[in-house]
């Protein structure tokens, strides 16, 4: 049981190049997160996806899409990476009904120079 | 979402008991009390959750007093391998109706494990 799977772990980028984070869960969780860790702070979440067709913006939104694909795959795109974009992300998922368990994948840690 | 308040750090020698504490004034009816654990270069990982008084699972107890204002998160005999960034949550665990729910993270509390 995999959980949750991020791909990949590692990504360095140039300053306007684009590039798609990967997410998918193994628990058939409804719920999926995008969230982004800047040194020293807390988690901040970017978009978050309540079922397969939906997508609502969390706290950080600007300069990222989602697209929830189905169930079990939730992708972050980033169109034209930003140096403030430099940060590790985390994927996360959980139950109906208990959104204060979530489930986290490893995290892909972005360079953008 | 409930404002929450921890230390931002603690030190702690190897079989010790720990106790970090997290404020929550405003929380309310509704609210549950969550904490995660996250290690370096690992994404958060759940501990425990409680409404009121106590709760134990085989990682860590979770006091709750009758206010409900505060919370304790207990971790028995830490080792070196409890060194981590533990944070307090506090929020509604029912769906926002959309289905989800948006957890809000401090900066947690840094506990390093002394030999």
């Known amino acids: 049981n995999a959980g949750v799977t991020q791909t990949p772990k590692f990504q360095v980028l140039k300053t306007g190049q684009s590039m798609t984070l990967q997410c998918a869960q193994d628990?058939?969780?409804?719920?999926m997160y995008w969230y982004r860790q800047d040194p020293g702070m807390g988690l901040r979440l970017i978009y978050y996806?309540?079922?397969?067709?939906?997508?609502d913006k969390g706290e950080v939104p600007n300069g990222y899409n989602v697209s929830r694909l189905n169930k079990r795959e939730f992708s972050l795109r980033l169109e034209s990476a930003a140096p403030s974009q430099t940060s590790v992300y985390f994927c996360?998922?959980?139950?109906?009904?208990?959104?204060?368990?979530?489930?986290f994948g490893a995290g892909t840690r972005l360079s953008v120079l | 979402l409930a404002k929450t308040t921890q230390p931002i750090s603690m030190d702690s020698y190897e079989g010790q008991e720990v106790n970090i504490t997290c404020s929550h004034n405003?929380?309310?009816?509704?609210?549950?009390i969550t904490w995660y654990q996250q290690f370096p270069s690992q994404g958060p990982r759940f501990i425990i959750q409680g409404y009121k008084t106590k709760v134990t699972n085989e990682v860590a107890s979770l006091f709750i007093p009758a206010d409900r204002k505060s919370s304790t998160l207990s971790l028995p005999r830490v080792s070196l391998s409890d060194t981590a960034v533990y944070y307090c949550l506090v929020g509604d665990m029912r769906d926002s109706g959309a289905g989800s729910y948006q957890l809000t993270f401090g900066k947690g509390t840094k506990l390093s494990v002394i030999p």
């Open positions: 628990m058939n969780h409804n719920s």
């Open positions: 405003n929380i309310a009816t509704n609210d549950y």
């Open positions: 996806s309540a079922s397969e067709g939906t997508t």
């Open positions: 996360a998922s959980s139950l109906p009904g208990q959104g204060n368990i979530q489930y």
